[in-house]
């Protein structure tokens, strides 16, 4: 299944699940509190929130507020609520609908970010020991630029010797990206195009560049950058026309 027909399942779910809990207690509605039907309720929404993503909670939130107010709230099936008390939980229940999808949207951001970290940490790792071990320098090229395509999610990248002529756009070892004397909005429009470079120096000479192709109006992070930045420079030592003694 296609990740549009999940979403739109899990939506489906978030609206259907709490009108199904509600329909399945209505008939002992008179002898259960409607505390405890909210508190029901905030369960479901909560399990959706965690399992599901923004959307799916604030549906689900809106699905149990309406289901709540139709089913049991008196007048019973209408939208009106006649007592204050019922107002309140009401109220409260969509409150804590919404603070509960916000905290798991928090969790899920959390997460992800300390997944990138460690994932961009291991792909720096990488590209260290490889320059450090006694791998041809084509093949160090190549693993690194293969690194750079992922970290940066590019449609290519190669490497050139020398100086570009004429300057391409720059990416900067501060994750910056200069583009003809400009600081170039990345996190809005990504990486500009048609190629973007990375100079690398060893030694304070420019070796080569590796350059980018990047994909039309992709954003990419800092810290993507950044690690892509410390990847190049990490296999330094071991581009083409770099002495092991370090000389040129």
């Known amino acids: 299944m296609s990740d549009v027909r999940l979403r739109l399942a899990a939506w489906a779910a978030s609206l259907a699940v709490p009108l199904v809990v509600s329909l399945a207690l209505v008939a002992v509605r008179s002898r259960f509190a409607n505390a405890a039907e909210a508190l029901l309720l905030v369960g479901v929404v909560t399990v959706v929130a965690v399992l599901g993503d923004r959307a799916a909670g604030y549906l689900a939130t809106l699905s149990a507020g309406a289901c709540f107010d139709f089913y049991w709230t008196r007048p019973y099936d209408r939208f009106t609520i006649g007592h204050r008390a019922d107002l309140e939980t009401f109220v409260c229940l969509v409150g804590v609908g919404v603070a509960v999808t916000e905290l798991a949207q928090w969790n899920r951001r959390s997460r992800r970010r300390h997944h990138e970290s460690a994932w961009l940490v291991a792909a720096i790792a990488d590209a260290s020991s490889l320059a450090a071990s006694s791998e041809p320098a084509a093949d160090v090229v190549e693993r690194a630029g293969a690194l750079l ?62 350059v980018l192709t990047p994909r039309p109006a992709h954003p990419v992070s800092l810290e993507r950058r950044v690690a892509a930045v410390a990847i190049a420079e990490s296999v330094a030592g071991s581009l083409p026309g770099v002495e092991a003694g370090g000389g040129p």
């Open 149 to 210: 395509i992922d970290v940066l999610e590019l449609r290519a990248c190669r490497f050139e010797p020398g100086r570009a002529e004429p300057p391409r756009a720059r990416l900067l070892v501060t994750g910056d990206v200069e583009n003809a004397g400009l600081l170039w909005p990345v996190d809005e429009w990504g990486l500009p195009g048609p190629e973007t470079e990375i100079a690398v120096s060893w030694r304070g000479r420019i070796r080569g560049s590796f």
